[in-house]
């Protein structure tokens, strides 16, 4: 396995972790259109390194906290 393969595959599981959270809360209406939108820029950036397309991509950044209602 290369460094990149394993980069991407902690992307991936930066993504899954992203989505769950995600989810749940972009459905309940607490996050800003703002936030959407960089949502969809992180999944462009998991995209096109799936894709192979360019160098190896910027980490994700996940933030973990949340509110509970």
Do not use: C, F
Request: glycine share 10%; no cysteine.
């Amino acid at each position: 396995m290369s460094a990149e393969h394993a980069h991407i595959g902690r992307m991936i599981r930066a993504t899954v972790l992203m989505l769950g959270y995600a989810a749940d809360d972009v459905e309940r209406g607490r996050w800003s259109d703002d936030e959407i939108r960089r949502l969809g820029d992180q999944l462009a950036t998991v995209a096109a390194a799936l894709r192979g397309e360019g160098k190896t991509p910027e980490p994700l950044v996940i933030d973990g906290e949340r509110t509970v209602r």
